[in-house]
C-alpha cells in the first residue's frame, strides 16, 4: 500500500493551493487597505471565510477528477487514494483554519468584517473563538466531502444523467422549494423548525456536521472504487 | 513466475463488446506486439490490465494475484497510452519526482539521459509540449521506472522517423541492460517487427493468434517473378495477397516454400503483410 507516497503527494498540492489563495487574500486586503485611504474609509475587505468554503468545495470538486487518474497511472489503487485523500482532508482543513487564524492577526485592526462568519458562530452559539475554529473546521471537511461527492456523481453518470440531476436539483431548489414555502406554509415552517433542531446548538451542529461528513465520505467512496480513468486534455 | 494471465474476459460498452471472453497469458521477460485494427480492443485490453478500467467479466492476474485495485501488483506494471494522467500544472522533472515516490526502481539520473538524447526539455509542462514531445516524455518515463511490465499504447505516436530509430535503440538496451516484460501495441507493424518475441493478434474483441515471431513467419512466404510464372506457381497454393507492376508479380503464400522454381524468387513473409491478411473481414 502506497499510503505515504499518495498522502504527501495530495496534501503537498492541496497547501500549495490554499497557501496562494491566502496569498490572493493578503493583496486583495492590502488593495482594500489602499483604497479605503483612497477612495472611501468605510471600505473594507470581508469574506474570507467565505472564500476559503469556495476553495475547499473546488477542491473537492477537483479531486474526484484529477487524483485517482494520477494515482492509478503510477500503480496506486483508488482505496489507497481515496483513504489518502481522507487523512489529507483535514490535515489541509487545520492548516486552512491556521492560515485564516493569521490572516485575522494580519487584518483584524483594519477590517472588523474580515471573518463575519466566525463572529457569527461565536455569537450564535455563544463559544469562544477556539470553539469557532472548531465549527468551521468541521464545516470545511464536510464541504470538500462534499464536493467530491458532487464531482462523483456528474463523472459517473452518461449525459442524459448529468442533464437530469442538474435539472431536477435546479427544479427542486429553484422551484420546488419556494413553491412549497408558499403553498404551504405550516408544512414549510413546522420542517424549518425540525431542520433547526439540528443546528440549534452547538454540539447539534458538530454532531450533523460530523454525519454529514460520513455519509458524504461514504457516498464518495462507492463512487470512486469503480470509476473509470479518463483522459485529461493537456 | 505466471507472468499475466487473462482468463475469460470481456468488455462491454453499452451495444459494444470491446474484449470477448480474451484468454491469453505474458509470459515474462519477453517483447511482445499486441497488434489489431481500429477497434480491435488492444487499448481496452491495456488499459484494464494497468487498472484504469474494470472488466465486465473475467479476470486479470499478475503471477496469481488480481491486478484490479492491487498496490502490490500494480507498483510492478506501467502503462503509457493517449491518456494524459498526470496534473497538467506539473512540470517534468516534478511528474517525474511523483513517479520516483511510487516506483523505486525508477531512475531520475537515466530519465535525464534519454531526456538529453531525445532533446526534452524537462522544465516545461507536458501541455506546452508537441504531440511528439508528449510521446517522448511519456516513453521516457516508461523506460525510466524500471518496472517489470511495461505496456506501451502506441508508444510512436507523433514522432518523427529519427525519434523513432532512438526509441527502438534505447528500447532494446533498456531490455538487454534488465529483460522485463514489453507489450508494445502500434499500427506500423513493419517498424516493430524485428523488436519482437511474440506475436499477439486481436480481431474484433478476440485473439486470433498468439505465437513467437519466428512461427509467425513461417506462416507464409512471398514469391516474385514473371506474372505468368507466379500465377502457375500459385495455383493450388493458398494466396494471403498479390501485388503487381509492369510485368511482374508478387504474391504472399501461406505455408513453407518448399522448392522455388528457377525465375522465382521467394522471400519471408512481412508480419504486416500477414496481419493484413488475417484483420481483413
Given at each position: 500500500?502506497k ?15 490554499s497557501?496562494i489563495t ?8 492590502l488593495l ?19 472564500g ?11 479531486a ?16 489507497t ?13 487545520l ?6 487564524a493569521?490572516?485575522r ?13 466566525l ?14 475554529l472548531?465549527?468551521?473546521?468541521l ?6 466531502l ?17 442533464i ?6 435546479g ?7 419556494p ?9 414549510a415552517?413546522?420542517?424549518?423548525r425540525?431542520?433547526?433542531?439540528f ?16 455519509l458524504?465520505?461514504?457516498?464518495g ?14 | 513466475?505466471?507472468?499475466i ?5 470481456t468488455k ?23 497488434l489489431g ?9 491495456l488499459?484494464?490490465i494497468?487498472?484504469r ?19 502490490r ?27 520516483q ?23 516545461k ?9 508528449n ?18 499504447d502506441?508508444p ?23 529483460p522485463k ?7 506500423i ?23 513467437p ?8 512466404y ?8 507466379v ?18 508479380k ?5 505455408g513453407?516454400?518448399?522448392e ?22
Amino acid at each position: 500500500m502506497k499510503f505515504k507516497q499518495s498522502f504527501l503527494y495530495q496534501t503537498k498540492k492541496m497547501l500549495y493551493a490554499s497557501l496562494i489563495t491566502s496569498g490572493v487574500y493578503v493583496l486583495l486586503a492590502l488593495l482594500m487597505l489602499l483604497l479605503s485611504h483612497i477612495l472611501d474609509p468605510e471600505i473594507q475587505f470581508n469574506g474570507v471565510i467565505i472564500g476559503y468554503l469556495v476553495f475547499m468545495l473546488v477542491s473537492g470538486i477537483v479531486a474526484f477528477v484529477n487524483n485517482p487518474r494520477a494515482h492509478v497511472a503510477n500503480g496506486i489503487s483508488r482505496r489507497t487514494c481515496y483513504l489518502a485523500f481522507l487523512a489529507m482532508i483535514p490535515t489541509v482543513s487545520l492548516a486552512v483554519i491556521l492560515e485564516m487564524a493569521v490572516l485575522r492577526l494580519l487584518f483584524m485592526d483594519v477590517s472588523t468584517e474580515l471573518d463575519w462568519v466566525l463572529e457569527f458562530l461565536m455569537q450564535s452559539y455563544q463559544t469562544g473563538y477556539l470553539g469557532a475554529l472548531f465549527l468551521l473546521f468541521l464545516l470545511l471537511l464536510t464541504i470538500n466531502l462534499a464536493g467530491f461527492l458532487i464531482a462523483g456523481a456528474f463523472y459517473r453518470l452518461n449525459v442524459i444523467g448529468r442533464i437530469l440531476l442538474a435539472v431536477v436539483g435546479g427544479f427542486v431548489l429553484m422551484v420546488l422549494l419556494p413553491l412549497f414555502v408558499v403553498v404551504c406554509p405550516d408544512a414549510a415552517a413546522a420542517l424549518g423548525r425540525f431542520l433547526a433542531e439540528f443546528v440549534a446548538s452547538y454540539g447539534s451542529l458538530s454532531v450533523m456536521l460530523l454525519l454529514i461528513s460520513c455519509l458524504c465520505g461514504a457516498c464518495g467512496y462507492l463512487l470512486v472504487r469503480r470509476s473509470p480513468i479518463r483522459s485529461v486534455k493537456w | 513466475m505466471n507472468g499475466i494471465e487473462i482468463v475469460q474476459l470481456t468488455k462491454e460498452y453499452k451495444d459494444i463488446r470491446a474484449l470477448d471472453g480474451v484468454n491469453l497469458t505474458i509470459q515474462p521477460g519477453k517483447i511482445y506486439g499486441l497488434l489489431g485494427r481500429n477497434g480491435a480492443g488492444k487499448s481496452t485490453l491495456l488499459h484494464m490490465i494497468a487498472n484504469r478500467i474494470f472488466p465486465t467479466s473475467g479476470e486479470i492476474r499478475l503471477d496469481g494475484e488480481s491486478v484490479f485495485e492491487n498496490d502490490r501488483v500494480q507498483g510492478r506494471i506501467y502503462c503509457i497510452s493517449e491518456m494524459n494522467c498526470y496534473d497538467a500544472d506539473d512540470k517534468v522533472y516534478k511528474i517525474w519526482n511523483w513517479v520516483q515516490n511510487c516506483y523505486p526502481g525508477f531512475s531520475m539520473e537515466y530519465a535525464n539521459q534519454l531526456a538529453g538524447k531525445f532533446e526534452l526539455n524537462t522544465k516545461k509542462k507536458p501541455r506546452q509540449l508537441s504531440t511528439g514531445y508528449n510521446t517522448i516524455f511519456k516513453i521516457v518515463t516508461a523506460l525510466a521506472t524500471d518496472a517489470d511490465y511495461i505496456l506501451l499504447d502506441e508508444p510512436i505516436l507523433g514522432l518523427d522517423a529519427n525519434h523513432r530509430e532512438l526509441f527502438y535503440k534505447e528500447l532494446l538496451a533498456n531490455y538487454a541492460e534488465r529483460p522485463k516484460t514489453i507489450i508494445i501495441s502500434t499500427h506500423i507493424i513493419e517498424e516493430i517487427a524485428d523488436l519482437l518475441e511474440q506475436v499477439v493478434i486481436i480481431k474484433e474483441g478476440k485473439v486470433l493468434l498468439d505465437l513467437p515471431i519466428e512461427e509467425v513467419r513461417k506462416m507464409g512466404y512471398s514469391v516474385t517473378g514473371k506474372k505468368s510464372e507466379v500465377e502457375q506457381y500459385c495455383s493450388g497454393r493458398t494466396l494471403l495477397g498479390e501485388e503487381e507492376l509492369g510485368g511482374m508479380k508478387t504474391a504472399y503464400i501461406q505455408g513453407e516454400p518448399g522448392e522455388i522454381p528457377a525465375g522465382l524468387e521467394a522471400a519471408a513473409l512481412d508480419l504486416q503483410k500477414l496481419f493484413i491478411r488475417l484483420t481483413n473481414s
